[in-house]
């Protein structure tokens, strides 16, 4: 709650900076950094604040809307291009996407990359994740399921610049993700992604999503639960 007053202190601060920036058209692109896109929307205006959805330090909403810090900016900048050509189809993403040119677009994601991963929300893996936890360290090969850490890093870091965290982003998101490459409402980069989530049920996407946005990212390992094999 706290984070509204201070957003509402300093976003007067950032219109007067837009409007400064209106009155000198031939400078005012370069002076526009990524916290101020990040701040007022940039060209979409107020309706594409990021920090009104995304959170005043990039954290997310803990619900739909994922964290930005620290994410790679390369993969930021695929995803805003997926939104604007409609291989990821939230609708006010698609608007904003849409909205920025490449350089705020870069400005912005490298802005957020730069920001520090916050605390971890993820609770403490219950007895009940064994099955999740199995799932997203070794897969199902009786199935043709690979490990989710193949990809995402034991620790749910994320493995390299390609193949985002887990960790620290919402449960409810991971979720939804999972649903809709399954649903064929997002594609692009991964055919694994779409492969992946058909091959899990409703009650594992669940699961692995409480798991994944607990695990430690790159802060350190967390073992699982002593009671699992
Ligand atoms: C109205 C709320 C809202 C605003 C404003 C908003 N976003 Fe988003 N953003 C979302 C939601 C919700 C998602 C997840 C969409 C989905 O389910 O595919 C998202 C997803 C993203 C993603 C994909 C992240 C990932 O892990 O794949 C990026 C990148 C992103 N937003 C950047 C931005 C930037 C940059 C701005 C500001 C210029 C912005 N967003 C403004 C709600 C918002
Ligand atoms: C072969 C590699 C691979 C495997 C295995 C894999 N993923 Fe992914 N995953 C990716 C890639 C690559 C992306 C990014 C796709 C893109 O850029 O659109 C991704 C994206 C995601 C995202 C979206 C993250 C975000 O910020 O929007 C979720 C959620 C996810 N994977 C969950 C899983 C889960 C759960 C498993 C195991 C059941 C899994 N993945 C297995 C490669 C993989």
Redesign the pocket.
């Known amino acids: 709650m706290h984070k509204w007053p201070a957003l509402l202190a300093v976003l007067p601060m950032v219109a007067s900076l837009v409007a400064c920036g209106k009155d000198m058209p031939a400078t005012s692109a370069f002076e526009t950094t990524g916290e101020i896109?990040?701040l007022s929307?940039?060209d979409?205006g107020a309706?594409?604040?990021?920090a009104?959805?995304?959170g005043l330090n990039g954290e997310g909403d803990g619900n739909?809307?994922?964290r930005?810090a620290g994410?790679d900016p390369g993969y930021?900048l695929r995803?805003?291009e997926y939104f604007a050509q409609g291989q990821?189809r939230?609708p006010?993403?698609v608007w904003?996407a849409d909205q920025?040119d490449w350089p705020a677009r870069e400005k912005?994601?490298n802005y957020?990359a730069a920001l520090p991963v916050p605390d971890a929300a993820g609770e403490d893996l219950a007895a009940g994740d064994c099955a999740a936890a199995t799932l997203y360290q070794r897969g199902d090969p009786a199935r043709g399921l690979p490990a989710c850490a193949t990809c995402h890093g034991a620790d749910g870091a994320g493995v390299g610049a390609g193949n985002?965290p887990l960790a620290h982003?919402p449960a409810p998101?991971v979720e939804?993700?999972l649903h809709?490459w399954a649903n064929g409402e997002?594609y692009g980069a991964s055919d694994a992604m779409t492969a992946v989530s058909r091959l899990l049920t409703e009650r594992e996407m669940a699961h692995l999503a409480g798991y994944s946005s607990g695990l430690p990212g790159a802060s350190g390992y967390r073992a699982p639960p002593a009671s699992c094999p």
């Open positions: 896109i990040a929307g940039g979409a309706r594409g604040a990021c009104t959805c995304h739909l809307v994922p930005l994410l930021q995803q805003l990821r939230h006010q993403m904003i920025l912005v994601a957020y985002p982003q998101y939804a993700q809709q997002r």
